[in-house]
């Protein structure tokens, strides 16, 4: 990210969420975000995320600057390069374990069958080789959040960005999720983790902290 400024407006006054934010995510690096609320956390999410685009400044993912992508084109790239986990899960209630793992295929068009293969694959790194075939309501929230995980590493994601993956889990599934994100991370993947827990930020090898819509510490600088 360059120099990232995303403004809005409240009444008859501008509100800088992002002012100026500029910092880069090697390949395969664990980072997180923190911050107080209001400090710019959700909105950065967002431009990570390709759910938003900036005023001002440049975001380029996989060397592509998304920041120019209209909203056509930043839906597509997104499903394809970025992987998401919440921290409500966005599980379908209605579809097996497997299918929920598959719900990026039924967005793109042109994709490889074998994407069927990878999610069995998955859910079996995750231990949940036997409930492929059961709904949500039937798992453990930690159980929930592995299945999220799977479907965020569905399509090889060049980025995985985590929203409180935390947030809804007791300590016990909380720490068993960390792990898990750091397995992935192993792995040689990148993760964005965007959290207001600091032992959770401390699981992560960089962490970037903003107040006010700027970065005020890095640990990396």
Same mark, same amino acid.
């Given at each position: ?19 100026? #934010?500029?910092?880069?995510? !090697? ?18 999410? *967002? @431009? ?17 600057? #998304? ?11 997104? *499903? =394809? ?11 379908? !209630? ?5 299918? *929920?793992?598959?719900? !990026? ?5 042109? %994709? ?31 159980? @929930?959040? =592995? ?20 947030? *809804? ?21 990148? %993760?964005?983790? %965007?959290?207001?827990?600091?032992? #959770? ?21």
């Amino acid at each position: 990210m360059e120099a990232i400024t995303r403004r809005y407006t409240v009444g008859d006054q501008a509100i800088a969420a992002l002012d100026g #934010v500029s910092f880069e995510v !090697p390949q395969g690096q664990f980072a997180a975000i923190i911050g107080p609320s209001g400090s710019g956390k959700s909105t950065l999410l *967002n @431009m990570l995320g390709c759910l938003d685009r900036p005023d001002s400044g440049r975001y380029l993912l996989d060397d592509v600057d #998304v920041s120019t992508f209209d909203d056509e084109r930043a839906s597509d790239f997104r *499903n =394809r390069r970025i992987g998401f986990v919440f921290q409500s899960f966005h599980l379908l !209630p209605r579809l097996t374990v497997l299918e *929920n793992a598959l719900l !990026p295929r039924r967005f793109l068009r042109g %994709v490889d069958d074998g994407l069927a293969e990878r999610a069995r694959d998955l859910l079996v790194r995750m231990g949940l080789e036997r409930h492929l075939q059961h709904r949500p309501g039937q798992l453990s929230g930690g159980q @929930m959040q =592995r299945v999220a995980i799977a479907r965020a590493l569905l399509m090889r994601p060049a980025l995985l960005l985590a929203d409180e993956p935390t947030g *809804n889990l007791d300590s016990r599934s909380a720490a068993d999720v960390m792990s898990l994100i750091a397995e992935v991370h192993g792995d040689g993947q990148t %993760v964005v983790l %965007v959290t207001h827990d600091a032992e #959770v930020a401390a699981r992560a090898q960089r962490q970037i902290t903003l107040r006010d819509g700027r970065i005020e510490l890095d640990s990396a600088a």
